[in-house]
């Protein structure tokens, strides 16, 4: 496991964060705002903490990148119309791979693991939502408070 893959995650955190300030700021059906917004702190607090680790090993990482927000601003907007089901339905599958390949990441990493953890962690928590929020759980925002009491800290 390099470097690099924690920098490719710390950029895909600014996909994020773009992608879920769009829904913040755009999602018709307000009553999930304060998912979204939950989504988003996770994408900032993961970007953080990498950004804070990365940076004295070496890795420039700017605090914006034009080609990453307007990537998460174009994906967003594809599915700013889909109603809620339709909308999770269509994450839960479009996360899926990077759950897998974050959590496998983190399984055979031989240095940084606690960066590598965390990444997992990060998706780990999205991927669950978006489970439960599918399976119709009310305690499906629990989730993503849990990981921000536990990154918070």
């Not at 390949?101 to 780990?124: M, S, W």
């Amino acid at each position: 496991m390099t470097l690099g893959n924690l920098y490719n995650a710390y950029l895909g955190e600014l996909y994020g964060i773009s992608f879920f300030t769009t829904f913040v700021e755009q999602y018709s059906d307000r009553s999930h705002n304060n998912k979204w917004q939950a989504l988003l702190d996770i994408e900032l607090i993961t970007a953080q903490k990498l950004k804070l680790a990365l940076q004295p090993l070496g890795m420039e990482c700017p605090d914006y990148d034009a080609e990453m927000a307007q990537k998460g601003i174009t994906d967003a907007n594809k599915w700013l119309h889909l109603p809620w089901p339709t909308l999770i339905d269509t994450m839960v599958t479009w996360v899926a791979p990077y759950q897998q390949r974050y959590q496998q990441q983190a399984d055979n990493t031989q240095q940084h693991q606690a960066l590598y953890t965390l990444v997992a962690d990060h998706e780990n928590t999205i991927y669950d939502f978006l489970l439960a929020e599918q399976a119709g759980s009310t305690e499906s925002l629990q989730i993503l408070q849990c990981f921000l009491d536990k990154h918070c800290k």
